[in-house]
């Protein structure tokens, strides 16, 4: 039976982990080899990310795995959407990304619609959620400013791509990543160059797609040299971690709803082709690519990033609390003694973020607001069930099908009490887990391209074999359906 090793290399906006992967027959197994800090640099009112930091965790990962005397197949790396690098001609970096967090497109979203084109005509386009930190807005911002580094760019690469070319010397732009810059067209599956010159961006500083599976190029050889390793093949996965999350849901039939739950919160569908509608125009829901030809519709949902910045803020008081408290905390606390909406502006990344939730209060008319920390985390953990219900209810519209279950995967999928709340609040079956989806799809994507598996359908077939999800039964109906009406009457107010 031949055994495979694969290393992912799987970055999320707080932290990131090489994860080895071994694949013998339908067997998959998954050992975390390293784990390592990410956070945005504060530098001058800005926000950036490391990304020289960030490859020598690269390295430092690569150099764990070869002490382990083991031939390695291949290596994918998934990060987060949006962000750029800016390369010049001699393929040196120009200063740092910015990150998506970054303060400067705050309102630019408002005057690019002013300005350059309406709301609806953009959708129409791309069939992308209108968001501020978008790589459009982002590059539109530094256009109208005549941002240095991008006035010299020779090249831009998403964040994924950027660090593959660290890797091997190689330029690519893949897919999935760049399906999250609402500067692809989603039909063609191309960049829209017509919207790109529009908004001040030379088409040129993107190269030419690939799709998953893509072979880019050998680990440079001074790399190899340096680390003492054999050169090794990187692979183009589905470089935006939901692609690859979404790909490792262990489903067998398209009568799902998916959650990917971490720092942020995806929740949609998987469908065919793209749905650009008036549904989906009023509702802001986006068109991102997959794999095999799907698009992953969904919403973006600000998630467990309220909670981490309180326990954060805490942290800085004085106070740590361990996951496990967190929840016992929430467990204990009064239930629904506020609501918020998750994707309320105030929380994308105040300076405190309790204070944040206290001032939401204030500003819908609620005279009761969390006392205690248990309180504020049962406040954030009831309000994103809510969310999710509210969210889960446009999809059911949008589906050729009924929606009989929602799989949750990801970090957050390990938060019981989440998950449960979930399920009280749609009235559905919730199936939690794989936690490491988008580590486990970055694997089986290069087990794809080394011919382990042939398809989407066969990954997950193996994905299934190899995970078997907690299943959380939806109660107490008639407490969560008050809870839900008052919810909306909250959020209408604001």
């Not at 938060?415 to 694997?443: D, H, K, M």
């Amino acid at each position: 039976m031949d055994t495979q090793h694969f290393i992912a290399f799987d970055l999320g906006a707080t932290s990131g982990r090489t994860i080895l992967g071994t694949l013998q027959g339908n067997q998959l197994t998954l050992e975390e080899v390293t784990r390592f800090p990410n956070q945005m640099l504060p530098l001058n009112g800005h926000f950036y990310w490391n990304i020289f930091s960030l490859y020598e965790h690269l390295k430092k990962g690569l150099a764990e795995v070869a002490k382990k005397k083991i031939p390695v197949t291949s290596i994918g790396i998934d990060t987060w959407g949006v962000d750029v690098t800016c390369l010049n001609e001699d393929g040196s970096i120009i200063g740092l990304p910015y990150a998506y967090r970054d303060p400067q497109t705050v309102g630019k979203k408002e005057e690019f619609f002013r300005e350059v084109m309406p709301a609806d005509a953009l959708y129409a386009r791309t069939g992308i959620q209108h968001m501020d930190f978008n790589t459009l807005f982002q590059l539109y911002t530094l256009a109208r400013r005549d941002d240095f580094n991008l006035r010299h760019a020779h090249r831009l690469l998403f964040t994924p791509d950027a660090l593959s070319y660290l890797l091997t010397g190689e330029m690519v732009t893949e897919y999935t990543i760049a399906s999250t810059s609402q500067l692809l067209n989603p039909a063609t599956r191309q960049m829209d160059e017509e919207l790109l010159r529009a908004a001040g961006i030379r088409p040129e500083l993107f190269g030419a797609l690939v799709e998953p599976g893509h072979r880019i190029g050998m680990l440079r050889k001074e790399l190899c040299e340096e680390l003492q390793i054999e050169p090794i093949p990187v692979i183009a996965v589905a470089g935006h971690d939901t692609a690859s999350a979404v790909a490792a849901i262990p489903a067998t039939d398209p009568d799902f709803a998916y959650l990917s739950s971490g720092t942020w919160s995806l929740m949609g569908i998987e469908t065919q082709g793209p749905v650009i509608n008036e549904q989906t125009t009023h509702y802001n829901i986006t068109n991102e690519g997959g794999v095999d030809g799907t698009i992953r519709l969904l919403k973006n949902i600000t998630g467990l990033w309220i909670v981490e910045q309180c326990l954060k803020q805490w942290r800085k008081e004085g106070t740590e609390y361990t996951y496990p408290q967190m929840v016992e905390l929430a467990q204990a606390a009064e239930p629904f003694v506020c609501h918020i909406d998750p994707a309320d502006p105030g929380f994308t990344n105040p300076a405190h973020m309790p204070q944040a939730i206290l001032d939401y209060c204030a500003r819908t008319g609620q005279t009761r607001v969390p006392q205690t920390h248990g309180e504020f985390i049962r406040v954030i953990f009831e309000s994103l069930a809510l969310k999710y219900r509210e969210t889960l209810d446009v999809f059911r519209r949008l589906s050729d099908h009924p929606l009989q279950k929602l799989h949750i995967i990801g970090g957050g999928s390990r938060n019981r009490l989440l998950n449960q709340f979930t399920a009280n609040a749609i009235g559905l079956p919730v199936y939690a887990g794989p936690s490491e989806a988008t580590s486990i799809g970055n694997i089986m994507l290069q087990a794809k391209a080394a011919g382990a598996v042939a398809s989407l359908g066969d990954m997950r077939k193996v994905i299934s074999a190899n995970v078997q999800p907690d299943e959380f039964l939806p109660a107490d109906a008639e407490r969560w359906n008050e809870a839900y009406a008052a919810y909306l009457k909250c959020i209408s107010v604001h």
